[in-house]
């Protein structure tokens, strides 16, 4: 098994190329990588979601992660999902440990408690009594978090940008030549991050991808001090991309003056119709049946105002690999993303600058895709592909296989049969 990094560049996309390839190292990687230029996100197009889907070849619905947030109305801030015990799929990281590869994981969304040998996951501190710390090391690998804290924790701000992502590649670069594993998984959210607080086009988000190029090269180079250069397939991909926006849609706003929702002492207390965000999308779930009519007659008169670009039954969600339990699912229209608070007006003034969670098909809403080593066919093209189609060519690239999948082995970009 030769080694394998998967780099996760979270929000760069296709439209995100003419800069990135003329950077040093983006631009000599991509000229001899096997490329996808444009791959279509899952439905909702979220970090979780989208990363469960890279690693195990599934449709949201299908791996079970159907968004960032888990559904529970009576926390004012929600868990997310966090662990691995949520994902009802075989991931590309199980493969490789049965195969007695061994297996890093990097601020990988959805990993806490996964197994992975060396884990640093992606988990935050949501009750009072928490702290990074311990929420970290019960999710973790925690010798190993440790040890990366203690070498390295005076470069991270909390999760600030580009403190949060440099602690990542310190570790990282410290990760592949302390313990060399077969398999490592890194997410870095620089340019997600700018974006939501400037824009998609923003001065800020150009300098992050700059940042990140920076970062590449260091890994490179990293490499060839090991001597790892001609055998290790280097992975860089997107997970979705993102829309600015200026406008917020809250949904539970209209179901408490309706009565469907019912607060007390400053939470929800009971619930008959309730909205869950995925940012640019949102969930309606509905208990009682008889309220489908007028929920939906809410939506429309929405939709024609603007606020809504596209309504969907449970049924037309499923069929996207969306959570099909929900009574429908509402596309936020043009510029317009929704949150989950019941206070204040239904419409607001955005608080971020761009955001994602759009349907995958929304015009220049693709991401990428790029694979070099010697699993790798150099120069190959697939002109379009799903995120679905990346576990199974990843897993067949690490010679190991997910079993059923809802994408499919792209053999044209790889030189092996």
């Known amino acids: 098994m030769n080694p394998m990094i998967v780099i996760s560049l979270d929000a ?21 990588a096997a490329v996808c230029e444009q791959v279509k996100s899952v439905y909702p197009s979220l970090t979780y979601p989208a990363h469960t889907s890279i690693v195990t070849g599934r449709v949201p619905s299908g791996h079970g992660i159907v968004n960032n947030l888990r559904i529970q109305p009576e926390r004012e801030r929600p868990d997310w ?3 691995r015990r949520f994902v009802k799929a075989a991931t590309i990281y199980d493969q490789v440990k049965k195969q007695g590869g061994k297996t890093a994981a990097l601020l990988w969304p959805v990993t806490g408690r996964s197994g992975i040998r060396w884990n640093l996951p992606e988990v935050l501190p949501n009750r009072f009594w928490q702290n990074q710390i311990m929420v970290s090391f019960l999710n973790g690998s925690p010798l190993y978090e440790l040890d990366l804290e203690r070498r390295f924790g005076c470069l991270r701000n909390g999760v600030k940008q580009p403190e949060l992502d440099d602690f990542v590649q310190a570790s990282l670069l410290y990760t592949l030549e302390r313990h060399r594993p077969d398999l490592t998984l890194v997410h870095f959210t620089d340019v997600d ?3 939501h607080l400037y824009g998609v086009n923003s001065r800020e988000a150009e300098e992050a991808m700059r940042r990140h190029d920076r970062r590449l090269g260091e890994i490179f180079s990293c490499l060839d001090r090991m001597g790892w250069s001609k055998k290790t397939n280097v992975v860089i991909l997107g997970d979705h991309y993102q829309m600015d926006v200026d406008r917020s849609l809250g949904l539970n706003g209209y179901f408490l003056r309706r009565r469907w929702i019912r607060v007390k002492n400053g939470r929800i207390s009971s619930w008959q119709v309730l909205a869950r965000e995925c940012d640019g999308s949102c969930y309606i779930y509905i208990k009682d049946q008889s309220l489908n009519k007028p929920v939906r007659e809410l939506l429309e008169s929405l939709r024609r105002r603007g606020l809504i670009r596209q309504i969907y039954t449970g049924r037309e969600a499923a069929a996207m690999g969306a959570d099909g339990s929900c009574a429908f699912m509402a596309e936020g229209g043009f ?28 015009e220049g809403y693709t991401t990428i895709f790029g694979g ?15 995120l679905t189609d990346e576990g199974p060519t990843l897993a067949a690239a690490l010679g190991v296989s997910l079993g059923r999948t809802d994408g499919k082995v792209r053999k044209n970009l790889l030189s092996i049969s």
């Not at 993303?337 to 995958?360: C, E, L, V």
């Not at 070099?372 to 799903?386: D, K, L, S």
Request: hydrophobic fraction near 30%; charged fraction near 25%.
């Open 12 to 32: 760069v996309g296709t439209r995100d190329l003419p800069l990135l390839k003329s950077l040093p190292n983006f631009g000599r990687f991509w000229k001899e």
């Open 81 to 83: 999902f966090w662990q």
């Open 193 to 195: 991050t700018n974006r």
């Open 335 to 362: 510029g317009v993303y929704f949150r989950d608070d019941w206070k204040g007006p239904g419409i607001r003034k955005s608080t971020q600058k761009a955001t994602h969670g759009y349907h995958p098909d929304r």
């Open 372 to 386: 070099r080593g010697p699993a790798f066919a150099a120069g190959a093209v697939e002109q379009t592909m799903c």
